[in-house]
């Protein structure tokens, strides 16, 4: 059976449940201005590759995959941590003492709708690490921009 692209834009149960092999990050949505430039492109897309479990055969293949599905989340959460500081700039308290477990409860219910394996109880451990982690670097950013430093 081939290879499929997984959608993120579509429920979990509607997806194949395989490992990625591996991740492509592309721009897309570039617009022309009446000079005729290129502005900066409005969104990037992130392909994932990913094989039927049915066709990882030896360790190495099923490792690689894991390695593709590492690949993909780490781009992923990149992003998404810096798209979380953009919403930390714009909301009225940000950093920890902003967070909104309600919009938090709806996170991990909708990932939970796409990743059912997992379950709510699981993803909600996961998505507290990743928020938690993306809000150290918001406040590191904000302090490094006061400080006029750039300290990772």
Do not use: W, Y
């Not at 941590?81 to 940000?94: E, N």
């Not at 991990?108 to 451990?125: K, N, S, W």
Request: charged share 30%; aromatic share 0%; net charge negative.
């Amino acid at each position: 059976m081939p290879d499929q692209t997984l959608d993120t834009q579509t429920p979990r149960s509607q997806t194949p449940r395989t490992a990625a092999l591996h991740a492509e990050a592309r721009d897309t949505g570039a617009r022309h201005t009446e000079a005729g430039r290129d502005e900066a492109p409005q969104h990037e897309e992130l392909r994932v590759v990913i094989p039927r479990l049915e066709a990882l055969s030896t360790v190495e293949e099923a490792r690689a995959a894991i390695d593709g599905i590492d690949a993909a989340l780490a781009a992923l959460l990149e992003r998404r941590t810096a798209v979380a500081g953009v919403v930390q700039r714009l909301k009225p308290v940000g950093g920890f003492a902003g967070r909104c477990p309600d919009r938090e409860r709806q996170i991990v219910a909708a990932m939970a709708e796409r990743a059912p394996t997992l379950g709510p109880e699981r993803l909600a451990r996961i998505m507290n690490a990743v928020i938690e982690a993306g809000l150290e670097v918001s406040e590191r950013d904000r302090k490094n921009v006061q400080d006029g430093s750039q300290d990772r």
